[in-house]
């Protein structure tokens, strides 16, 4: 799988931005896509996951009721939607593909070139 990644950018505190993913050449062991992120000098850290084919969406606490995360499935294609930005939000933002949702970066085994999100006062 191949995943490449747009949007990101500067963003205002209290704002909103959308990030998008395209996983081209999904196989067999691409069933879920989640978002990490990584702030400077902070380990890669979940933020939302999905599997292609069910509903559920799965959330870390830190970004629950301000970001969203969807797909298009005939696109191949998830978002990120973040609303409310914070300064606590400022890192680089991984797409991630793996065979289902988990919250550990070791689980996932195709990843995309990560965007900035940097968040201004």
């Known amino acids: 799988v191949q995943l490449v990644q747009s949007g990101g950018g500067v963003v205002q505190a209290g704002g909103s931005l959308r990030l998008s993913c395209v996983a081209s050449?999904?196989?067999?062991?691409?069933?879920?896509m989640a978002w990490f992120r990584q702030a400077p000098g902070k380990k890669r850290e979940f933020v939302a996951g999905m599997s292609w084919s069910a509903p559920r969406i799965y959330y870390a606490d830190a970004v629950k009721g301000r970001f969203s995360m969807s797909r298009d499935v005939a696109k191949d294609m998830v978002y990120l939607q973040m609303d409310s930005v914070g300064a606590e939000d400022e890192a680089v933002y991984y797409c991630?593909?793996?065979?289902?949702?988990?919250?550990?970066?070791?689980?996932?085994?195709?990843w995309g070139r990560g965007t900035q999100v940097t968040v201004s006062s």
């Open positions: 050449g999904r196989a067999y062991d691409s069933l879920a």
């Open positions: 991630a593909s793996g065979r289902g949702v988990g919250r550990r970066e070791g689980e996932y085994h195709g």
